[in-house]
Nanobody, 127 residues
Framework: QVQLVESGGGLVQAGGSLRVSCAAS????????MGWFRQAPGKEREFVAA????????YYADSVKGRFTISRDNAKNTVYLQMNSLKPEDTAVYYC????????????????????WGQGTQVTVSS
């Protein structure tokens, strides 16, 4: 079992940057593949980025590729999402998710593949 707590959301102007964090409880964080998803008002939750438990493999949605960077620090049980060149359409509640991964390079982009979710953190980008 792992508990996830997101932080770092806030209000930022278009073109600005923000980093959101997800702190995980539990001793086996390094065995979990992690992902970030987001949900804008009136829209379905969508995939943003994923990272393998080793940190060696990452994957991004086309909409954020080149602007967002996912990373993790297994010693701190934390995964990060660095968001640069933010756009108003990036406004959403951002959720982190976790699941056990049996291979160091595995990552997942489907909501259904994740077992644990945080409560979300609001990111608002003003134009």
């Amino acid at each position: 079992q792992v508990q996830l707590v997101e932080s770092g959301g806030g209000l930022v102007q278009a073109g600005g940057s923000l980093r959101v964090s997800c702190a995980a409880s539990g001793r086996t964080f390094s065995s979990y593949a992690m992902g970030w998803f987001r949900q804008a008002p009136g829209k379905e939750r969508e995939f943003v980025a994923a990272i393998s438990w080793s940190g060696g493999n990452t994957y991004y949605a086309d909409s954020v590729k080149g602007r967002f960077t996912i990373s993790r620090d297994n010693a701190k049980n934390t995964v990060y999402l660095q968001m640069n060149s933010l756009k108003p359409e990036d406004t959403a509640v951002y959720y982190c998710a976790a699941r056990i991964a049996y291979y160091s390079g595995s990552y997942y982009q489907s909501m259904e593949e994740y077992d644990y979710w945080g409560q979300g953190t609001q990111v608002t980008v003003s134009s």
